[in-house]
């Protein structure tokens, strides 16, 4: 059974930065694409970034671009998501989340899910 477990969510300034951590266990994950979504309040659930295994290749939301930036760490079975000049806007519920194969930014092809963490950025 696929686990995956999200970390570094918390409280940031607008302007400022976080990294988020996704853990994964429970298989090996050569084929399969570690994605990030989140939810805000009210709001559906949106794609942020995902990542292949591999590392390659990379793809964000537009809203994002340029500001976030997610990274792998194959030795620790680990996906990040460093998250610099955060805006109010980006406050959400952060989750991590897996398929197997080719990226999509649907959620609803998601099959792996974390408990998600909170992000909140004040103005």
């Known amino acids: 059974q696929v686990q995956l477990v999200e970390s570094g969510g918390g409280l940031v300034q607008a302007g400022g930065s976080l990294r988020l951590s996704c853990a994964a266990s429970?298989?090996?994950?050569?084929?399969?694409?570690l994605g990030w979504f989140r939810q805000a309040p009210g709001k559906e659930r949106e794609f942020v970034a995902a990542?292949?295994?591999?590392?390659?290749?990379?793809y964000y939301a537009d809203s994002v671009k340029g500001r976030f930036t997610i990274s792998r760490d194959n030795a620790k079975n680990t996906v990040y998501l460093q998250m610099n000049s955060l805006k109010p806007e980006d406050t959400a519920i952060y989750y991590c989340a897996s398929r197997l194969s080719s990226a999509t930014s649907n959620y609803r092809d998601y099959i792996y899910w974390g408990q998600g963490t909170q992000v909140t950025v004040s103005s």
């Open positions: 990542i292949r295994w591999s590392g390659v290749p990379t």
């Open positions: 429970g298989r090996t994950f050569s084929n399969y694409v």
